[in-house]
């Protein structure tokens, strides 16, 4: 088991999630507007999903990767160009972040939370990201690859979880904050495009 693989993967994720984007700016608008229970039942619901992504993952790509590895260089290979795009998407982006959390309806807890599953189970940016990330950070010869995938699947929830979670708790100072540094959204801009490029790197050199 290669441990420096899993720091790395812990290192990715924590960046991606602290990085702006719609789910944690969703997370940030509910907790501002309606309190940090909103915004943790958000948080669980769209962590949730995740696992569904995670499942889909691990049994579609162990298969390919059992049956051809050309095939699974393939997809390395998809994965790295997608994140190449999604790095230039975002070098091509403003790098205002914007908390509109004036007109956010109040909803009960479950269905905020029943919101945030669905949304992440039902956009396919989600599974191709997954496809794109996960399978530059395999990290062992001798286990399972199910099981690999399951593990890193369960690390990004968790991070994710701790990180989504922070900000739902600390929404109101981390606004208070951004509001009043205009320069953290350009650096949150460029940590997305050096993690996203980053990890398309590591994806082409990856032996894996």
């Known amino acids: ?89 975002v070098f091509r982006a403003g790098s205002d972040i914007r908390l509109d959390s004036g007109a956010v309806p109040r909803k009960s807890l479950s269905r905020l939370f029943r919101q945030g599953f669905v949304m992440n189970v039902l956009n396919p940016k989600v599974t191709i990201f997954f496809l794109a990330f996960f399978p530059g950070f395999l990290f062992s010869n001798s286990m399972g690859l199910v099981y690999q995938f399951y ?9 994710s979880f701790v990180i989504f979670g922070t900000l739902a708790l600390l929404a109101g100072s981390i606004a208070g904050y951004l509001k009043s540094h205009r320069g953290t959204g350009l650096f949150l801009k460029w940590l997305q495009i050096l993690v996203f490029t980053g990890i398309g790197m590591w994806l082409l050199i990856s032996g894996n």
């Open 151 to 159: 593990i890193l699947g369960f690390i990004f929830m968790a991070v």
């Open 1 to 89: 088991m290669n441990f420096e693989i899993l720091t790395a993967f812990v290192f990715a994720t924590a960046a991606l999630a602290i990085a702006p984007g719609p789910d944690n700016i969703y997370v940030l608008t509910q907790s501002i507007a309606h309190g940090r229970k909103s915004g943790l039942a958000t948080t669980a619901g769209l962590i949730s999903g995740c696992l569904v992504h995670t499942t889909l993952l691990a049994f579609g790509v162990s298969m390919v990767i059992r049956q051809n590895e050309q095939l699974y260089f393939v997809i390395k290979l998809f994965g790295a160009l997608y994140l190449f795009y999604l790095a230039w998407m």
